[in-house]
């Protein structure tokens, strides 16, 4: 097998997956109250998405991801963590 | 109008009790009208199920012929068929389940599983067909059941509705539908959640027909000829068949006959039902009609473009409309639509009579039907009269506050107007109406770009709005003047073309001394406070001139601010050199200052559409309406001073000298040819290097391919020499009008290299493009390089090259068109609900959240300065010049 010297430990690093965190429990309730909404109404992501595994984040979770954006510079997106 | 909220659609099928209990009469004669004429009772036109004849009353619920719907009748099927639209998934609840105890063959452990992970997908409004394609998968594997440890067999399902059971000898044994009936029966409400349906619903054995519900008559109605005899539906001609076979079925059955023949029956009954439900099932014959055309059954009503759902529900033809021809005219305003007196008299608005527009309409329906005047006139009772030759001065003076009046449309009115394909919001603009005598739609060619028109033969539909609402809506967000700025890529997709741009390039080019009369010719269409004070004087008359750039000046908004490089431009900074600014040698610096143009020329980069720096400084300083009236200006002046300057381009402004013809020859054609035949000297030399990552023979391809591309350039380049600055056609390709300088090269110079998939063209016959060359020639000439220009004339083998390329461009549109066709098409589907919320966020109809921030900044491109909310650089700029 051909090893490539260039591989990642961890796919976190990678230029193409923006920044997954986490979000802190105070900062979901803000967030659900600043748009009115519930936690199903948030965008989702899959638990089997190798960034969350990655992150180990768990069905219920919602993940802060910071993209760097052509328009906007830097967005913020929340996504909640399925099954 | 009152909303109603849909809480739920359930789907099921329609149980065999369910079917007779809708069902208002049993059909049991083929035969629709008898003797005396009138339909026959139990047949299948029969007045239960609803009537088609005027004067006939419905037996059922004694409506007329407009009042009744239709009601369903029923045929009892002497022997149960496969429904086809079921058939193979019958097929797949008999592999998943017991042929004994019919339960589905899974593990208690899985059972469980399987439910609750279908019960928590349903809860979460998710697609569960995943699951269930797993219950069918896991359950089919099992060759014996844990119920009732009866081993299980192998079924072979013999499309469309035939299902074999092979048992471990191999012997075969047909299940007939009876068979399926019962054991599919045998299968326990619990498990049918299973398979993702709802045993209250839909049982499985519902899906084998033992009860087939015929259409109301309202649903196939039979045409009269005008031979007076009586054509029937398709539909009803294949109920018959089924009613037929159905009978004999039943009489050779109760006669005893042998089984041989009472199967063949129940084959040719599940055939007529099969093709009653779909007639392009494959492998099974259509059924025909006696021409032998093929039967249009149910699937054909529902399915494809025409279809119920693409074709009645989704979409459908509209009132109010009217579609013709299109044609220019450039002394319309840009928001206007000529629209034919024709047309105007089949389109009406509908005013309700005050008592201040009461002897406005009056005078109207005096008219009669004549323009402008009033179609029908609605009474305050609701009664809608129509207006005639006849009636119209007793219903003008009857008319009175209250009642309602269909009148023309006319001059100023608001209308849609549409040209397909509708790609973008842009393809539907609102336009003002104006009467017109002619039979086409007259547009301003300045809103061509975004409908993507031309006058070629294209013809466009216009809507007239029919509420207030709708009308005022119109006017706010799609008016014409609303929409120069476009919201994919916020530049003007409104500005000048073609000649518009050559008359103001020429005018604003250098110092063009005018004089009075002539500023005046050309400033006659144009509202202007005044002429401007004349730039000097002219030495041996001394009577006044005016420069093109002061004339020009005289259509922009006071105050304005601008500077900017021109087309023209040729980047100086990209090079290290300094942008010389104001004292560019080319003028291609455009400097306005308070609305005075003070150098540069004007081209298309300042006014042309998806460019049009000028306009789109002016419609976000000034406003549609500023805008609007300067694009018309900009129109105006161009066209005066071109009809003044005068411009033409023919044949011979194609020339080139004799001496340019021999410089492109010898120093741009046979120069790249040495070099090619160098090239592939060394190939056969075996001392080409290759370069990296290509093969030699692609390193060949590739210098050659660069070779000869340069000789294309050269050669242009050689002619634009010779053309000069003032030719015609290079005026147009520098100004940006029409055409490009490759353009003008391929007809003045040298048509270039023709290409099939971006390389030279080698296809053809074995190692040769054509048999006037030896195999293994990759020499130009052999390779689809065009000498010749289009002037000049292309020799056979050259004219055969060229075909070939322009094949591959035919191709490609070809394919194109329709693949970004289906692919816009599905992208509307899933975005078409989609919709930005007050507080900035993209949600779908159930409040899901798609965008946290419309564009992840908020900003509307034809709003917004460059993806900015304000361009500071140039409030700022504003400031200091105040």
């Given at each position: 097998?051909?090893?490539?010297?260039?591989?990642?430990?961890?796919?976190?690093?990678?230029?193409?997956?923006?920044?997954?965190?986490?979000?802190?429990?105070?900062?979901?309730?803000?967030?659900?109250?600043?748009?009115?909404?519930?936690?199903?109404?948030?965008?989702?992501?899959?638990?089997?998405?190798?960034?969350?595994?990655?992150?180990?984040?768990?069905?219920?979770?919602?993940?802060?991801?910071?993209?760097?954006?052509?328009?906007?510079?830097?967005?913020?997106?929340?996504?909640?963590?399925?099954? | 109008?009152?909303?109603?909220?849909?809480?739920?659609?359930?789907?099921?099928?329609?149980?065999?009790?369910?079917?007779?209990?809708?069902?208002?009469?049993?059909?049991?004669?083929?035969?629709?009208?008898?003797?005396?004429?009138?339909?026959?009772?139990?047949?299948?036109?029969?007045?239960?199920?609803?009537?088609?004849?005027?004067?006939?009353?419905?037996?059922?619920?004694?409506?007329?012929?407009?009042?009744?719907?239709?009601?369903?009748?029923?045929?009892?099927?002497?022997?149960?068929?496969?429904?086809?639209?079921?058939?193979?998934?019958?097929?797949?609840?008999?592999?998943?389940?017991?042929?004994?105890?019919?339960?589905?063959?899974?593990?208690?452990?899985?059972?469980?599983?399987?439910?609750?992970?279908?019960?928590?997908?349903?809860?979460?409004?998710?697609?569960?067909?995943?699951?269930?394609?797993?219950?069918?998968?896991?359950?089919?594997?099992?060759?014996?059941?844990?119920?009732?440890?009866?081993?299980?067999?192998?079924?072979?399902?013999?499309?469309?509705?035939?299902?074999?059971?092979?048992?471990?000898?191999?012997?075969?044994?047909?299940?007939?539908?009876?068979?399926?009936?019962?054991?599919?029966?045998?299968?326990?409400?619990?498990?049918?959640?299973?398979?993702?349906?709802?045993?209250?619903?839909?049982?499985?054995?519902?899906?084998?027909?033992?009860?087939?519900?015929?259409?109301?008559?309202?649903?196939?109605?039979?045409?009269?000829?005008?031979?007076?005899?009586?054509?029937?539906?398709?539909?009803?001609?294949?109920?018959?068949?089924?009613?037929?076979?159905?009978?004999?079925?039943?009489?050779?059955?109760?006669?005893?006959?042998?089984?041989?023949?009472?199967?063949?029956?129940?084959?040719?009954?599940?055939?007529?039902?099969?093709?009653?439900?779909?007639?392009?099932?494959?492998?099974?014959?259509?059924?025909?009609?006696?021409?032998?055309?093929?039967?249009?059954?149910?699937?054909?009503?529902?399915?494809?473009?025409?279809?119920?759902?693409?074709?009645?529900?989704?979409?459908?033809?509209?009132?109010?409309?009217?579609?013709?021809?299109?044609?220019?005219?450039?002394?319309?305003?840009?928001?206007?639509?000529?629209?034919?007196?024709?047309?105007?008299?089949?389109?009406?608005?509908?005013?309700?009579?005050?008592?201040?527009?009461?002897?406005?309409?009056?005078?109207?329906?005096?008219?009669?039907?004549?323009?402008?005047?009033?179609?029908?006139?609605?009474?305050?009772?609701?009664?809608?009269?129509?207006?005639?030759?006849?009636?119209?001065?007793?219903?003008?003076?009857?008319?009175?506050?209250?009642?309602?009046?269909?009148?023309?449309?006319?001059?100023?009115?608001?209308?849609?107007?549409?040209?397909?394909?509708?790609?973008?919001?842009?393809?539907?603009?609102?336009?003002?109406?104006?009467?017109?005598?002619?039979?086409?739609?007259?547009?301003?060619?300045?809103?061509?770009?975004?409908?993507?028109?031309?006058?070629?033969?294209?013809?466009?539909?216009?809507?007239?709005?029919?509420?207030?609402?709708?009308?005022?809506?119109?006017?706010?967000?799609?008016?014409?003047?609303?929409?120069?700025?476009?919201?994919?890529?916020?530049?003007?997709?409104?500005?000048?073309?073609?000649?518009?741009?050559?008359?103001?390039?020429?005018?604003?080019?250098?110092?063009?001394?005018?004089?009075?009369?002539?500023?005046?010719?050309?400033?006659?269409?144009?509202?202007?406070?005044?002429?401007?004070?004349?730039?000097?004087?002219?030495?041996?008359?001394?009577?006044?001139?005016?420069?093109?750039?002061?004339?020009?000046?005289?259509?922009?908004?006071?105050?304005?601010?601008?500077?900017?490089?021109?087309?023209?431009?040729?980047?100086?900074?990209?090079?290290?050199?300094?942008?010389?600014?104001?004292?560019?040698?080319?003028?291609?610096?455009?400097?306005?200052?308070?609305?005075?143009?003070?150098?540069?020329?004007?081209?298309?980069?300042?006014?042309?559409?998806?460019?049009?720096?000028?306009?789109?400084?002016?419609?976000?300083?000034?406003?549609?309406?500023?805008?609007?009236?300067?694009?018309?200006?900009?129109?105006?002046?161009?066209?005066?001073?071109?009809?003044?300057?005068?411009?033409?381009?023919?044949?011979?402004?194609?020339?080139?000298?004799?001496?340019?013809?021999?410089?492109?020859?010898?120093?741009?054609?046979?120069?790249?040819?040495?070099k090619v035949e160098a090239l592939i000297r060394a190939y056969e030399g075996g001392e080409l290097e290759p370069l990296p990552g290509r093969t030699v023979d692609e390193t060949l391809e590739l210098l050659i391919m660069?070779?000869?591309?340069?000789?294309?350039?050269?050669?242009?380049?050689?002619?634009?020499?010779?053309?000069?600055?003032?030719?015609?056609?290079?005026?147009?390709?520098?100004?940006?009008?029409?055409?490009?300088?490759?353009?003008?090269?391929?007809?003045?110079?040298?048509?270039?290299?023709?290409?099939?998939?971006?390389?030279?063209?080698?296809?053809?016959?074995?190692?040769?493009?054509?048999?006037?060359?030896?195999?293994?020639?990759?020499?130009?000439?052999?390779?689809?390089?065009?000498?010749?220009?289009?002037?000049?004339?292309?020799?056979?083998?050259?004219?055969?090259?060229?075909?070939?390329?322009?094949?591959?461009?035919?191709?490609?549109?070809?394919?194109?068109?329709?693949?970004?066709?289906?692919?816009?098409?599905?992208?509307?589907?899933?975005?078409?609900?989609?919709?930005?919320?007050?507080?900035?966020?993209?949600?779908?109809?159930?409040?899901?959240?798609?965008?946290?921030?419309?564009?992840?900044?908020?900003?509307?491109?034809?709003?917004?300065?460059?993806?900015?909310?304000?361009?500071?650089?140039?409030?700022?700029?504003?400031?200091?010049?105040?």
């Open positions: 097998m051909m090893q490539r010297k260039d591989t990642k430990d961890t796919i976190l690093e990678h230029v193409l997956v923006p920044e997954h965190e986490i979000a802190e429990e105070a900062a979901v309730v803000e967030l659900l109250k600043r748009y009115k909404i519930e936690k199903e109404q948030l965008p989702k992501i899959k638990s089997t998405d190798p960034v969350i595994k990655e992150i180990k984040a768990k069905v219920g979770d919602v993940v802060r991801i910071k993209r760097s954006s052509r328009t906007a510079g830097e967005c913020l997106f929340y996504r909640l963590v399925i099954a | 109008m009152r909303t109603k909220k849909i809480k739920r659609i359930r789907f099921g099928l329609l149980s065999p009790k369910e079917i007779r209990e809708m069902s208002a009469s049993r059909i049991i004669t083929p035969d629709t009208y008898g003797e005396d004429g009138f339909p026959i009772e139990r047949g299948l036109v029969n007045q239960h199920i609803g009537v088609i004849d005027p004067g006939l009353r419905c037996k059922t619920c004694g409506g007329r012929m407009d009042e009744c719907p239709g009601h369903f009748g029923r045929i009892d099927l002497e022997a149960a068929v496969i429904h086809i639209g079921y058939a193979k998934l019958i097929y797949k609840i008999l592999m998943a389940t017991c042929r004994k105890c019919g339960k589905v063959i899974l593990g208690e452990e899985d059972r469980k599983k399987f439910l609750e992970d279908i019960a928590e997908y349903r809860d979460r409004q998710e697609d569960i067909s995943d699951i269930v394609k797993l219950v069918f998968k896991e359950a089919a594997k099992k060759d014996v059941c844990m119920y009732c440890n009866e081993l299980q067999q192998r079924i072979k399902y013999d499309k469309p509705t035939t299902y074999i059971e092979i048992d471990e000898e191999k012997r075969e044994r047909r299940l007939m539908p009876t068979d399926v009936r019962e054991r599919l029966e045998r299968i326990p409400d619990e498990d049918i959640a299973l398979f993702g349906m709802d045993a209250k619903n839909a049982r499985p054995e519902w899906m084998v027909i033992t009860v087939l519900p015929v259409p109301p008559v309202t649903a196939r109605p039979s045409i009269t000829l005008e031979t007076g005899q009586r054509s029937e539906d398709d539909l009803t001609h294949k109920l018959v068949d089924i009613i037929r076979i159905n009978q004999r079925f039943m009489e050779n059955r109760d006669a005893g006959a042998p089984q041989l023949i009472i199967e063949d029956l129940w084959e040719l009954l599940q055939y007529h039902v099969n093709t009653y439900f779909d007639n392009d099932i494959r492998g099974v014959p259509a059924a025909r009609h006696r021409s032998g055309r093929p039967l249009k059954t149910i699937s054909h009503r529902l399915k494809g473009k025409e279809g119920r759902f693409r074709g009645s529900l989704s979409g459908k033809r509209v009132n109010f409309s009217a579609r013709t021809v299109i044609s220019p005219d450039p002394d319309i305003d840009i928001d206007e639509v000529g629209v034919p007196e024709a047309i105007a008299k089949e389109l009406t608005i509908t005013v309700k009579v005050n008592e201040r527009n009461l002897t406005m309409l009056q005078e109207l329906v005096k008219h009669g039907k004549n323009y402008p005047g009033v179609n029908y006139v609605r009474r305050s009772d609701g009664r809608k009269i129509k207006v005639t030759a006849s009636n119209y001065e007793t219903l003008a003076e009857e008319l009175e506050i209250g009642w309602k009046v269909e009148r023309h449309i006319r001059d100023g009115d608001i209308v849609l107007f549409n040209r397909q394909p509708s790609l973008h919001r842009l393809s539907i603009m609102a336009h003002y109406v104006r009467i017109m005598p002619g039979k086409t739609f007259r547009i301003n060619p300045t809103v061509c770009p975004p409908y993507n028109a031309d006058f070629d033969g294209d013809e466009m539909n216009m809507h007239v709005l029919q509420t207030e609402e709708a009308r005022a809506e119109a006017r706010m967000l799609m008016a014409v003047a609303r929409n120069i700025i476009s919201p994919r890529f916020g530049k003007p997709i409104i500005g000048s073309l073609h000649d518009y741009i050559t008359g103001i390039f020429l005018l604003t080019r250098g110092e063009k001394k005018i004089e009075k009369e002539i500023t005046l010719d050309i400033l006659y269409k144009i509202d202007v406070d005044g002429l401007a004070a004349p730039a000097g004087t002219f030495d041996h008359t001394s009577t006044p001139y005016w420069t093109g750039k002061q004339i020009f000046s005289m259509i922009l908004p006071a105050g304005l601010n601008l500077e900017f490089p021109g087309k023209t431009c040729a980047r100086c900074i990209t090079v290290g050199a300094k942008c010389e600014k104001e004292n560019c040698p080319r003028d291609a610096y455009v400097m306005i200052k308070d609305g005075e143009l003070l150098c540069g020329i004007i081209d298309e980069v300042a006014l042309g559409s998806f460019k049009g720096v000028i306009i789109e400084r002016i419609f976000r300083r000034y406003g549609e309406e500023v805008t609007k009236v300067f694009i018309k200006n900009a129109a105006r002046l161009a066209i005066n001073y071109i009809k003044q300057a005068g411009f033409s381009f023919g044949i011979s402004d194609e020339d080139i000298p004799i001496e340019g013809k021999e410089e492109i020859r010898i120093e741009a054609i046979r120069e790249a040819e040495k660069q070779e000869l591309g340069r000789a294309r350039d050269d050669s242009g380049d050689i002619a634009e020499k010779y053309l000069g600055i003032e030719n015609s056609g290079v005026l147009m390709a520098k100004s940006g009008a029409r055409g490009s300088l490759l353009n003008l090269t391929q007809m003045a110079a040298c048509v270039g290299q023709q290409s099939v998939r971006g390389e030279r063209i080698k296809r053809g016959y074995q190692g040769r493009t054509l048999p006037h060359f030896k195999p293994g020639d990759r020499s130009a000439d052999a390779r689809g390089f065009i000498r010749a220009s289009f002037k000049d004339g292309l020799s056979p083998s050259e004219y055969f090259f060229h075909a070939v390329g322009g094949r591959e461009a035919l191709v490609d549109t070809a394919v194109r068109t329709s693949q970004s066709g289906y692919f816009q098409r599905r992208l509307i589907n899933a975005l078409q609900d989609l919709e930005v919320k007050d507080d900035g966020t993209v949600r779908d109809t159930r409040g899901i959240i798609v965008q946290f921030k419309y564009g992840d900044d908020g900003i509307d491109p034809s709003k917004g300065e460059f993806g900015k909310v304000v361009d500071i650089d140039e409030v700022i700029n504003e400031a200091i010049n105040r």
